[in-house]
Structure formats: C-alpha cells, structure tokens
C-alpha cells in the first residue's frame, strides 16, 4: 500500500476524534469534587463536542494576580470566578476581550461588555440561633452589644473580608474608621479565609462570623440542622457577583463565548445553589425552592465596581482602626 | 572520570539552582523600574518574624532540655521515645495546628472536661499564644529528642560510678553532663531559629490578628494577591540574607550533627520515681494532644469519600510526588555529600561553598522560590509540567534535611577510609556503592521515611502548580474545608495521618528486624 495513503489512514481516526479544548481557570472549590465544576463540565462537554480543561488558582483574588502577572500567556480561554470588586482593575490591567453575550432575565442588574455574571451572594454575619437568642438587626446595634464576639477576614487576604470592607464603606461612608473603631473591641479574630474563620466559628470561637446569606442553606439542606441564621440588617446587605471573561491570549475564543452563553442556562445555573452555595443569576425558584427557602434573600444594597484606589481606601479605613 | 560521574547529580543540582538564581536577579533588575520597594512597609513584619521565632526557640530550647530529662529518667525503650519525638517533629502543621484548635477551643475538649466540674473555660488558643504553642510543639519535639539522644549516649560506666559514689544524678548533671550535653547546642538553637522562622502556615491558620504578620505572609499577600512578584522576591531575598547571617554560626561549627545517632545503647536504669513518671505521662499527653483529633476524625467516617476517585486520584499524586521528591533528594545528597567529603580529604576551602549550596535552600521562604520558578516556567513557555514542578521544589526542601542527617556518618573516619581506598585501588563509584551506601544504611532509611512524609504533607507548592486531574491529598483536605466539610476534611486528615504513622514505623521495623542497631 502506499505509504502516504496508509500514514492519511492511520491518522484520519485520530484526526476526527481530536476535540477541541476550552481552558478554564478557576478558584479551587468551584472546581472540587463538591463543587459544580464536575457537573457543569459533563453537561457542557455532551453539547460542545469538547474537552473542559480546568485550572485552579487559590482564591478570587489570586485569579487575576495570576493572569496579571503572566498576561494569559499561560493561554487560558475563560477566567471563571472573579469578585465584582476586581473587574475595574481587570479591565484597567486589558487583559479581557469584549463579548456580546445576551445577558436576558437575570435575577440582578448587569451591563458589562466584559464580564458574564454567573452567580452572587450577600455578604452577612452568620449566627447559631440556640446561643444567640437576640440577634442584632443593624450595625449600630451590633456595635453597641459588645458581649457579641466576631469573626471575620483580613481584607489584604480574602474576598469575603474586602467585602465586609466595601459593606461598611457603602453604609458609613466617611463615618467608616469610626465604626470600624467601634466595632474593633468584639472582633476576636481576623482570619486570613473564609474557610478558617468560619471553621473557627463552628468550633465555637465566636457568636458571629463574617459569611454570606446562603451559609446556613448548607447546615440545613446537607447536615439538616437549622440552628445557623444570618443576621438581617436593616442598612441593607452588599452584594457580591461573581463573574467570568474571555481572556486575551484565548486560544479558542469561538468556545468561550459558547461557555459563556452556556453560564446563563439552566444547565449551568441548576449545578450553583447546591455546588457552590450562592444564588443563581437566573430565576431557579420553582425548580430550587428549597435552597431559596433556606437562604432568603436580604434587603440588598447598590452594586458598586470600584476603582483600585478605591479597593485601597476602604482597607486603608479598616487599617486606620486597628490602631498602633 | 568516575569521580565525575558520582559528583554529576550535585553539579546537575548547582546549575538549577544557579539557572534559578539568575531567573529570580534578572527579573528583579528588570522590573525594579516598574515597582516601588518601601522596606519600612515591611518593617513591623521583618521583626515579628524574628521576635516571635526568638520567643518559640526560647520555649522550645527550655523546655526542650527539660522533657529530655525526665524521657531519659523515665526510662522507657529509647528507640521508642526517639522515634516518637522525631514523629512529632514531622507531623504536618494542619493537623497539628487543627488538633490545638480541637483540644482548646471554646467548644473543644478541654472546655468540655472543665464544664463537667462547672469550671469556666475563657482560654483563647489563638493570636500570640497560639503562634508560639504550634510553632513550639515541633521544636520542643526537635530539641528533646538532641538533648536525649545525648543522655542515652552516657556509658553505663559513667552512671554506675555516679551511684556508687552516692552522686546524684542531677549534682552530676549541674556539675559535669550540662557541658557535655550542650556541646554543639548551638547550631541546633540556630536551627530551631530557622524552623520558627520559617512558620508561614501556623502563621495563616492561627495569627487571627491583623498585626500579626511575618515576612512570609507578607510575600504571599504581595505574590498571590497583588501580582507584585518584585517585592515578593525582595522580601524573600531580605529573609535569605538575615538568615544566612544567622546559619554563618553553623557553617563554621561541624558539630551540627553530632546528636542524630545513637553511639550506643546505655540500658541504663534509675530508681522508679513517682514524680518523674507522672512527668513522664504529662510530656506524652503533651505531645498527644494534636491525636485526638483522630477521634473525631475517625467518628465522621465516609465510605464514598474514602473510595471517591478524587480521593484515590489525590493518594496516587502524592505518592508520585514524594517518590520522585525524596529520589531526587537523596541522589543529590549522596552526590554531594562525596563531593563535601572529598573537598575535606583535600583540605579544601570548597567544602564549606558545598555544605553552603545545600543547607541555602533551608532560608529561602518556599513561596519565593516557588514563584522564582513560576516565572521561570512561564517564561519557557510552559515546558515543565506541574508534578515535575512540584517534585523538585519539594526535593529542593528536602534535599539539605538529608544532607545534614546523613553527613555525619557519611564522613566518619573519611581520612582512613580515603587511604585505604587509594592502597587498595578502590574508584569512587565502588566506594560509593559497597562502602558508603552500607554504613549509611539505616539512617538513609530512617531519613527517607522522615522527608517522605514531610513532602507528602507540603502544601504550599502545589496551591499554585495544581489543575483538575492533579491535586495531592493535602490539597484535597484544603478543598473539602474550603467547601463548608470540615468533618469530612478531619476524616481525611485522620487517615493521612494513620498512613504517616506506618510510612515512619514500617522503615524502623525493618531495621529493627536486621537487628543492626549500633
């Protein structure tokens, strides 16, 4: 046989079988065994003809660090999970291109011809209801009771931290420092994540943690214990969305959009309340009403996209209190 | 030539590092025009490292001292209390740090048993206290066992003299064994400096104080969270230059290694003494509390979590990262090592540049290095993959642990041995294979089981050179607790733990079973 012809029939099979690759990058427990990446991943692999290669970074912060520092040479697709609090950055640092996903009928207010939202959340303190029997219902008040101890995170170090940081910015404004001087006597630790502060809270280091609306959803719907309620402030909660981007560098941009389109169908969203315990961008009640139940949505403040500066501002606030 | 070939893998070893020296210099000369470096930003963090390093060797070589004391006086199997001591020292810091938390929080067992005699319970675990306890536990383990295994070493003679001249034990310990015992002292003081310096996890899992802040957090904010390699690489240079200050103590002091063997087994026996055996029992609580952890561990078991893939798939990376990390290591410590000895036998002034090249890699902060080579990677294209990566950082670490285990031995009698071998004709590489490897059998087994389980719990490479199909198991353990299961992530734990203890015990059964003991 020719050879030509035998290497063209040795290679055809493999040739036609060679799916194209969509990379991800993404924070670790999106993309845990617990996580809705594995779902999300089978449910998008059985339309695209594809494989979904993910990658993790530590956090949502060390997201962007990351493609900042190698400018997406490292050739991602997808930027999956980065907090509103850094798009500006993100799109100051021109590392994503623009898109124009049709974004219909999501639960939450979002132009940005950037960015995907693709699920979010209300920063919140969570409590155990069997040891704290009065919960406080505003700042004030929580800063007045000081037999109330609090967890919560460093904001240099973790997003739920920056967003307590940017929650008090957006009540008190130019009155931060000073409520943050106040509240500085009950806070007992200042975790450097999330999972270690909150970690410490069910160990019972504390009557408060810094968390979000959809925490005690898990302890009722998974471990069936309802005693952990998140406490209902009357200023309002910030909200918290989390997004994702075509990068620049993106080796099969034709795919991302597709993923990106895919983020906001059922198909994706079904896998977010229970995967990664936050609300869906898209309307799940009837098919969720569980989780809805379990979390309910709280008296919500405006979004807010800040600048760096800005970022650097309401730490410098939380700074200015912790004193000498 | 066939000296060349053995001394290969330490010169394979000098390029790297030296490739990655240049990578970290150029890219810090290049990007000096773009960053802004405020050392005094950092100031406050430069002297909690060192104050709170200071403080926990300050502990640990207190009571370091004294617990060897009352092991040695107890008079339990030495090996036991050796290999027990030296178990506690490699424990990973999660679980060490997890089972502080488990015993002393609030809702832990202490306030439990406390609650039973209606006693209140307002400890915090946490902060400064905290820093210091977890920091402390591995080198009170790490002193005591240098401080005993000295005791043990005591000719029997020398105790039977002591009684029948009716000289106490602790009149002769004032008087004439505190001398010996502290001979060599204090290049393991300097050590602990460096192992309590170098504390970056218990530091993120126990600081809970924003002031509280060491050099190594600070590259992790600057690397992970700012994009801000520059000062990431300055911090990490600025903590290699202060502790290379430090270890110039050791470099030229050999004695570092002296306490790692046992010359010979004393059996020596005191009178039964009902204060030292309540001691006895308080020190092995002490150093048991990080277990019962275990229990908990234990009660949350979860078949499907056990036999998830996942989990499997997390086992299996591990393995293959400590198998290559520690072959790696122990290639080029052994290559190293008969490049050392042969400087020696020379007279050499290069030996001191070797044992240099090796012991480096202890000062820099692993975060540093590990971005170092993230930049070097990346500027590659790529090529390596992330378990090579990953393998090599680990073997880097490693790598100077056993060096300095083994060196002793290693050059024992080498001005003899180095004659016999020219007389009798002997190459290098036979030297290495039928002389060397033998004499050094059981401490190469010892420390392999040692640096095996020290890289199958390292976490702090693989939180940046991880994806999908690649986790390892303390990772693993990292994502079930940044997912709300925390039981489920002490499960595991727990069993790592139980799989830690038979990778340290299946080597000394082995030996044991030779039974070559010295």
Redesign the interface.
Known sequence: MNLKLLTVLLLFPFQVLAKEELKILTY??F?????P?PNIEKEFESICNCDL???????S??L???V???KN??GFDVLLGLDDSLITEAIENDLFLEHKIKEFNLDIDWNNKFFTPFDYGYFSFIYDQTKLSTPPRSFDELASRNEISIIIM?P??STPGLGLAKWINQVYQNDAIEFWKNLQDQI?????????G???F????SDIVLSYTT?PA??SL?EGNSNYKSLNMTEGHAVQIEVMGILKNASNIELARTFLEFSLSENFQKHIPQGN?MYPVINLQNSQNEFYSAAPKPKSLDQVFPSFAQKENWILNW?AS?GE | MEAYLVRLPYYFYLVTLLFIFITGISFFLIASDNYIFNFFNYSNAIFFTFFQAAVATFFSSILGFLFSLILYLSGKSERLVSAFLNFCFILPVIFVSFGI??FY????VL?KILSLFSLDYDF?I?SFTGIIYVTSYFNIAFNANFFFRKLVNLPENYIKILKSNNITFWTALRLQIRGYLFQGYRSIVILTLIFCTSNFTIL??L?????LVTIE?SI??S?????D?YSGITLGIIQLILMLFLSSLIMFNQNYDQSFNFNKSSNTRFPKNILISMAFYAIVFYFLIPFLILIKGLFNFNAQLFL?M?FLNSIFNSLKISSLSVSLSVFISLSALFTYRSFLEKNSKLQKFTFLSITILLFIPSLTLSSVIF?LN?NL??IFSNFLIVSVINSFFITPIVFVFLSSKFIENYFYESKQCIILNISPFIRLIKIDIPKIKNELVLIISAVFVLSLGDLTSI??F???SFRTIP?FI?????????DDAFFILSLFIISLFFIMYLPSKFLNRNAYIR
């Open positions: 670790g427990s993309n845990s065994d617990w996580g990446g290669v993910w990658n993790t970074a530590d956090s912060g060390a962007l660090s990351r900042k520092l190698t040479n490292e460093d240099r170090y007992i630790i200042t975790s450097k994540s999330w999972s270690d909150y970690g410490l069910l160990e019972g280091e925490s898990y302890h998974i315990w700074e912790l | 938390i488990f929080s609030s809702n832990g306030s915090k946490f993120y899992l600081s809970g104080s924003p002031r957090l992790y904010q690397i992970i969270f700012n994009a390699l998830s996942g930049y990346f294209n790529f939180t940046i991880n994806d999908s990772l990292s994502q079930l607790y940044n997912n709300y299961k925390y």
